[in-house]
Nanobody, 116 residues
């Protein structure tokens, strides 16, 4: 069984920064793509950033230049550094991992609130 545990959410003023972390544990052979998604109230869950095992990244246009995704393969952990936060970044952020022989997994979500 695989678990993804997120941390680092919270309340921050516009222009501030937060760093999210997500650690995968359990029976893991190899993690392919890891990523962060977010869901605001009444909206669908959207991709924020993704990173492959080799380090290739993909970002939503709305966060390019402000957010940086990274990962530590030895620790099965993915990070999201969020700078210049805006009120429209407010959402529940979910960690996602695609694990070889295990499929797709989601974390429980962490709330990020940006006040204006």
């Amino acid at each position: 069984q695989v678990q993804l545990v997120e941390s680092g959410g919270g309340l921050v003023q516009a222009g501030g920064s937060l760093r999210l972390s997500c650690a995968a544990s359990g029976t893991i052979f190899s993690i392919n793509t890891m990523g962060w998604y977010r869901q605001a109230p009444g909206k669908q869950r959207d991709m924020v950033a993704q990173i492959t095992r080799g380090g290739s990244t993909n970002y939503a246009d709305s966060v390019k230049g402000r957010f940086t995704i990274s990962r530590d393969n030895a620790k099965n952990t993915v990070y999201l550094q969020m700078n210049s936060l805006k009120p429209e970044d407010t959402a529940v952020y979910y960690c996602n991992a695609r694990i070889m022989f295990s499929g797709e997994h989601w974390g429980q979500g962490t709330q990020v609130t940006v006040s204006s």
